[in-house]
């Protein structure tokens, strides 16, 4: 709460003055976020080039983004392990995130640009660890460079998206 009212530059007393709780203040966070997704998968979905697209997304979720949206999003998750309302939220847009990258990831197969024989909803989710994790890495680790990382995810993410022997 305290970094989120330095950030507003506005008290506590005053951020309770547009949110009546936490939880309505971490589900405003939550659709804010849910948009943001939702597009950059709506633009993937639309790129010449799905791999291109898929690497400029992946630059933006993880290496560009603000460190303190990764920390705040890390304490959301945290908070939703103690909090029955926040895990609510969260597990709102987690469903969200992985409906939209197994449709995303469906759309791409039947354009024949990745594997259609593909357990979607499995590729999705250790799509959405491997982001949790690279996430959590930039939040608890300040000497990961995640921009020297980011070639290594991505060769990892085609191979796991387009070679038949990297999954078993």
Request: proline content about 3%.
């Amino acid at each position: 709460m305290q970094a989120i009212c330095a950030e507003a530059q506005i008290s506590p007393g005053g951020l309770y003055r547009y949110f009546s709780s936490k939880e309505e203040i971490i589900a405003g966070i939550a659709e804010r976020d849910r948009a943001d997704v939702a597009e950059h998968f709506r633009e993937l979905d639309r790129a010449p080039d799905f791999f291109e697209g898929l690497a400029q997304s992946a630059g933006y979720y993880l290496v560009d983004r603000p460190l303190d949206e990764i920390v705040l999003c890390a304490e959301i998750m945290a908070e939703s392990r103690r909090n029955h309302d926040v895990a609510r939220i969260h597990a709102g847009i987690e469903s969200d995130v992985k409906k939209g990258l197994i449709d995303l990831l469906r759309n791409a197969a039947a354009r024949g640009i990745i594997r259609a024989d593909l357990d979607f909803a499995t590729a999705a989710a250790v799509l959405m660890a491997l982001v949790d994790g690279f996430a959590w890495r930039r939040a608890a680790d300040p000497t990961f460079d995640a921009k020297a990382a980011l070639p290594l995810v991505l060769d990892m993410i085609r191979t796991l998206l387009t070679d038949k022997e990297s999954v078993r």
